[in-house]
Nanobody, 121 residues
Framework: QVQLVESGGGLVQPGGSLRLSCAAS????????MGWYRQAPGKQRELVAT???????NYADSVKGRFTISRDNAKNTVTLQMNSLKPEDTAVYYC???????????????WGQGTLVTVSS
């Protein structure tokens, strides 16, 4: 079993910053790309940012220049630094890895439970 646990969500005023963290644990042999997705009320889940094991990154146009994704391969963690937050960034943010290889040599896709980010004055 592999788990992803997010932390760092909360309430922030427009223009403020938050830092989300996600830690992977369990029977991990290696982890491929990791990413953050979000789902606002009444909307579909959407990609926010991804990062490969080689640190190549990809961002949604709506967050480019404001959000930064990074990872620590030794600790199996991924972080999303969110600056200049806007009310439209309000959503539940989910951590994901679409390719984790377990010690049983099984590939899995894993989602975290989500953490709520609310941007409001």
């Amino acid at each position: 079993q592999v788990q992803l646990v997010e932390s760092g969500g909360g309430l922030v005023q427009p223009g403020g910053s938050l830092r989300l963290s996600c830690a992977a644990s369990g029977s991990i042999f290696s982890i491929g790309a990791m990413g953050w997705y979000r789902q606002a009320p009444g909307k579909q889940r959407e990609l926010v940012a991804t990062i490969t094991s080689g640190d190549s990154t990809n961002y949604a146009d709506s967050v480019k220049g404001r959000f930064t994704i990074s990872r620590d391969n030794a600790k199996n963690t991924v972080t999303l630094q969110m600056n200049s937050l806007k009310p439209e960034d309000t959503a539940v943010y989910y951590c994901n890895t679409n390719r984790v290889l377990t010690t049983a040599r099984v590939y899995l896709e894993v989602w975290g439970q989500g953490t709520l980010v609310t941007v409001s004055s």
